[in-house]
């Protein structure tokens, strides 16, 4: 509560990931609906709500150390140019849940890994003993990753977090209203994969 906007941090933590009911509200009706389409049989409802269920990921912190405070837009900007080398890092060890995904003409590459915890979260289930992570290869790294990568793989993952939004739109099952909107994803995007 302490911090303020434009406050440097070093902040050590693990990558969590969380399956959650994403729903979207109507600004026309009001209404709160899962992002899927509902269906209308009860055994279609069920199938539903494992689909309607989709995975945050976000860092869960295990210390914090502030290291500058009252910088402008500017001066914070200008200092994590100079540290950027160690701005951002993410190191991952896990197993593939399937095999990569090629996109954009084979220029980006997608996976999940399945990372066992060493961490458990206060408010958790407490039998969840793994994290599923994305990872998105970019450029020759997404094409050594096709030709190298397999379900089941141990890989280690040295990269950085990064914030990637898209659009969607959803259609109000009550009142029939389409809507578009930005959802986001955290994904690690590697430096290099072992």
Not at 82 to 106: H, T, Y
């Amino acid at each position: 509560a302490s911090l303020h906007e434009n406050d440097i941090v070093v902040l050590k933590g693990v990558v969590s990931t969380k399956n959650v009911n994403k729903q979207v509200i109507c600004k026309q009706c009001g209404e709160a609906f899962p992002v899927r389409e509902s269906k209308h049989t009860e055994a279609e409802q069920d199938e539903e709500d494992d689909e309607a269920t989709s995975m945050i990921t976000y860092v869960t912190p295990i210390a914090m150390d502030v290291r500058k405070t009252n910088l402008t837009e500017n001066e914070a900007q200008q200092f994590l140019l100079q540290v950027r080398e160690m701005s951002n890092e993410v190191q991952l060890i896990g197993n593939l849940c399937a095999d990569p995904k090629s996109f954009e003409g084979g220029k980006a590459t997608s996976y999940q890994l399945g990372v066992n915890r060493k961490f458990y979260q206060k408010y958790d289930d407490p039998s969840i003993n793994a994290d599923y992570p994305f990872i998105r290869s970019l450029g020759t790294q997404a094409e050594n990753d096709i030709e190298a990568l397999h379900k089941g793989s141990l890989v280690l993952v040295d990269g950085f977090l990064k914030m990637r939004h898209f659009d969607r739109k959803s259609t109000c099952p009550y009142c029939g209203t389409v809507r578009s909107w930005t959802d986001y994803c955290l994904e690690v995007v590697p430096y290099s994969v072992e």
